[in-house]
C-alpha cells in the first residue's frame, strides 16, 4: 500500500441553496423558484494524510469539516479537485472504498438500535466480510482497551449517549480499516467517557497503525491524541502543521490568572512581547484586590481561540 | 450478493421485528375487524345478486382470496417510501449509502428478516385457519410450490414499485400524499381489496398487465388454481408476466436511484 492515506488536490465544494421566501405565499413560490445562491463550503483544499497518523480537522462551525469529511468517504462529490482514499477515487468506488474505511458522525449511530450490541457486531463482521479469527482478535483487543462487557449484551436503544458513542467507535474500527473518520465523536460526553474514548482510540490507532481523522471543538481530544493539526475557516485551510509548532509561534502568549477577593478566576491573554505581566497586575491591583497570581503557558484552546479570530500563521 | 452478508441482514431483521411482538398482535386484530366487515360485505353483495356464483367465484372463493389478500398484504407490506423520507430527513441516509453494499441490495435485505416473521406469525396461521374452515377448498398439490415461487416473485415486485416511488421523496418534502397514492392504487389493481374478477371487462384488459396484479392476484389465483393456472400455458403465462414486470421495474428503478441519488452526493442531501 502506498504511504498517503489520503491525498486531495485543489478541492472544492460548492452547494446550490434555494433562496426561500417567507410565509404560505413565499413557500408557494418556493416551488417554482430558480433562485439559487451558491454556498462555497470547501474551498480549494489540499492535503495530505500519511498512514498512521491521527489528525485533528478542526475549524468553528460551519468552516466545512463535515463537508471534508464526506467527500473523502465518497458520499460527496468534490464540485473540483482530485481526491484518493487508499489510492481510488470515493466517490466513484464508494462501494469498493467503504470496505476500507470506518466512520463516526457525532449523534447519529450506525448501529441497530433494538439489538444488543454483540448482534450489531456480528452483521458488521458478516457484511464486511471479516474472518471469524480476526473478529475475534478484535474483540479481544477492545476487552484490553477498554470494559466492554457491560456494554455487550445492552441493547443500543437503553445506552447511554456516551455508552453509544463508545460503542459506535467499535464498530467503525471493527473491520480493521485503513482510515477511520471520526466527526465530532466526543459531543455532549462527560469527562471520564471522554478519557476513554481517547485513550481507546490512541490505543487502536498503536494496535492497528489505523488513520484517523477527527474533528471536534474539545482541545483535549486534540491534546490527548494529534501530533498534527489542520485548520478550516470559511472553507479554507488556514493552518497545517504540527501542534507543537503551533505552541511555538504563540510562544510569547501567557495566560494570567488572577484570584479576585471572592474566589473567583479571572483569565486573560498576554503577548509578552507587546505587553507587561507586570503592568497587568499591577493594574488590576488598583482596581480591587488580588489574593492569589498564576501564569500559565498558552493552552491548546486559546490557541485556535486566536487562529479563529484571525492571528494569521 | 454473497449468501453470508444475505443471511446475515436477514438475521438481523427476524430478531429486530420479534422484538416488536406487540405489533404483531395489534395486526392480527385489526385483520379480524376487517375481516368481519368483508364478510359481511361481500354477504349482502351475494345475497342481493341472487345467484350463487358471481364472476366465476361463488361466495367461499370470495372469501378465501380476500382473507388470504389480507394475509398476504401484512406480509408484503413495507415502509421504504416512508423510512427513506425519514433516513434523508434525519440525514441518516449517509451512513446507509456508507454500507460496503450497493444499496438497492441492502435496502431489500434489511427488510427480509421481517418478511419472513411476518410469513411466519401471520401468513400461515391464516392460511391454516381458513384450511380448516373451509374444509378441503384449497387444493393440497402442486398449486402450494407455484404459490410460493410467485408469491417470491411479487415480493421482489413490490419492492421494486416501493423503489419507483420512495426516491421521489428526494425531489419534494412531503410524500405522505405520494404514498397514499401509491397505496391506494396498488390496493385497487392489484386485487387485494376487490378481487380482480369482479373488475370491468375493459378495465381487466389493461389491471391485467399492470405489475400490480403481479403482487397479489398472481400468486392467490395460483394457491386457489383458478384462471387456467392449473395449465402448463397459464402458470407459463403468469410466471411470465412477474420475470417481465421484474426485470422492467429493476432498470428503470436502478436508473431513477442512479439520478435521485445525484441529489445527495452533488447538493448534500
Ligand atoms: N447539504 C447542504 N446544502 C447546502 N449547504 C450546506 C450543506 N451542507 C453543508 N452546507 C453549508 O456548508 C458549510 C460547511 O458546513 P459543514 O461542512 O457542515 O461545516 P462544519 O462541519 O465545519 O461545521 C456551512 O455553511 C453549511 O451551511
Ligand atoms: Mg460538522
Redesign the pocket.
Known amino acids: 500500500m502506498e504511504n498517503e492515506a489520503v491525498v486531495m488536490k485543489n478541492v472544492c465544494k460548492d452547494?446550490k441553496?434555494l433562496n426561500r421566501h417567507e410565509g404560505l405565499a413565499g413557500s408557494i413560490k418556493d416551488l417554482f423558484s430558480h433562485d439559487y445562491k451558491t454556498?462555497s463550503?470547501v474551498k480549494d483544499v489540499s492535503l495530505t494524510v500519511n498512514r498512521g497518523e491521527i489528525i485533528g480537522y478542526l475549524?468553528p462551525?460551519?468552516?466545512?469539516?463535515?463537508?471534508?469529511i464526506k467527500m473523502m468517504t465518497g458520499v460527496l462529490e468534490p464540485s473540483s479537485g482530485e481526491i484518493l482514499v487508499n489510492g481510488k477515487v470515493p466517490y466513484k468506488n464508494r462501494t469498493e472504498n467503504c470496505e476500507n474505511i470506518g466512520v463516526v458522525f457525532g449523534q447519529r449511530s450506525q448501529l441497530w438500535w433494538s439489538l444488543p450490541l454483540i448482534e450489531s457486531f456480528k452483521l458488521l463482521r458478516d457484511l464486511y466480510m471479516v474472518p471469524q479469527k480476526e473478529y475475534d482478535e478484535m474483540i479481544e483487543l477492545y476487552r484490553s482497551l477498554v470494559d466492554i462487557e457491560p456494554i455487550l449484551h445492552k441493547p443500543v436503544r437503553q445506552m447511554s449517549l456516551g455508552q453509544r458513542t463508545l460503542s459506535d467507535i467499535l464498530a467503525a474500527f471493527l473491520h480493521n480499516p485503513a482510515i477511520v473518520f471520526l466527526?465530532e465523536p466526543t459531543i455532549g460526553l462527560d469527562v471520564s467517557m471522554k478519557s476513554k474514548i481517547r485513550s481507546l482510540i490512541l490505543g487502536l490507532n498503536k494496535e492497528k497503525n489505523t488513520t484517523v481523522i477527527l474533528?471536534t471543538h474539545d482541545m483535549g481530544d486534540v491534546d490527548a491524541l494529534c501530533k498534527r493539526i489542520v485548520i478550516?475557516d470559511h472553507?479554507q485551510k488556514i493552518y497545517d502543521n504540527d501542534i507543537e509548532h503551533l505552541k511555538n509561534y504563540f510562544g510569547s502568549y501567557r495566560t494570567l490568572k488572577l484570584c479576585l477577593a471572592d474566589g473567583t478566576w479571572e483569565e486573560t491573554l498576554i503577548d509578552e512581547k507587546t505587553t507587561d505581566v507586570m503592568d497587568v497586575i499591577m493594574a488590576r491591583q488598583k482596581e480591587t484586590k488580588i489574593t492569589d497570581i498564576k501564569i500559565l503557558e498558552i493552552s491548546t484552546e486559546d490557541v485556535i481561540k486566536k487562529i479563529y479570530e484571525g492571528g494569521s500563521v | 450478493m454473497n449468501p453470508r452478508r444475505l443471511i446475515a441482514l436477514t438475521r438481523a431483521g427476524i430478531m429486530e421485528s420479534l422484538h416488536f411482538r406487540l405489533g404483531i398482535f395489534v395486526t392480527l386484530f385489526a385483520n379480524l375487524i376487517y375481516l368481519v366487515l368483508v364478510y359481511y360485505l361481500w354477504k349482502a353483495i351475494y345475497d342481493s345478486s341472487g345467484t350463487d356464483v358471481v364472476n366465476g367465484m361463488t361466495f367461499t372463493d370470495t372469501m378465501i382470496y380476500l382473507i388470504l389478500a389480507t394475509a398476504l398484504f401484512n406480509f408484503l407490506e413495507m415502509f421504504v417510501v416512508w423510512d427513506m423520507s425519514r433516513s434523508i430527513q434525519s440525514g441518516k441516509i449517509v451512513l446507509d449509502l456508507l454500507k460496503p453494499m450497493r444499496f438497492r441490495i441492502y435496502t431489500f435485505w434489511s427488510y427480509s428478516g421481517s418478511h419472513v416473521v411476518q410469513f411466519v406469525l401471520t401468513f400461515i396461521p391464516t392460511f391454516i385457519v381458513v384450511m380448516i374452515v373451509t374444509g378441503g377448498a384449497i387444493k393440497m398439490g402442486i398449486n402450494l410450490l407455484w404459490f410460493v415461487i410467485a408469491t417470491v416473485f411479487a415480493l421482489i415486485i413490490n419492492y421494486s414499485i416501493e423503489m419507483m416511488v420512495a426516491p421521489i421523496c428526494l425531489y419534494t418534502e412531503s410524500t405522505w400524499g405520494i404514498n397514499i397514492v401509491k397505496e391506494t392504487i396498488v390496493l385497487l389493481l392489484s386485487g387485494a381489496s376487490i378481487p380482480l374478477a369482479f373488475f370491468p371487462e375493459k378495465v381487466r384488459m389493461i389491471v391485467d398487465y399492470l405489475p400490480f396484479r403481479a403482487v397479489y392476484d398472481i400468486p392467490l389465483t395460483m394457491l386457489l388454481g383458478k384462471n387456467g393456472s392449473d395449465t402448463p400455458e397459464g402458470l407459463l403465462k403468469m410466471f411470465g408476466l412477474q420475470l417481465a414486470w421484474i426485470l422492467i421495474l429493476t432498470v428503470a428503478g436502478n436508473l431513477f436511484w442512479n439520478h435521485a441519488v445525484k441529489k445527495i452526493t452533488v447538493?448534500?442531501?
Open positions: 452547494f441553496v454556498v463550503a475549524g462551525n460551519g468552516a466545512g469539516k463535515s463537508t471534508t466527526d474533528t478550516i472553507g | 447538493n448534500g442531501g
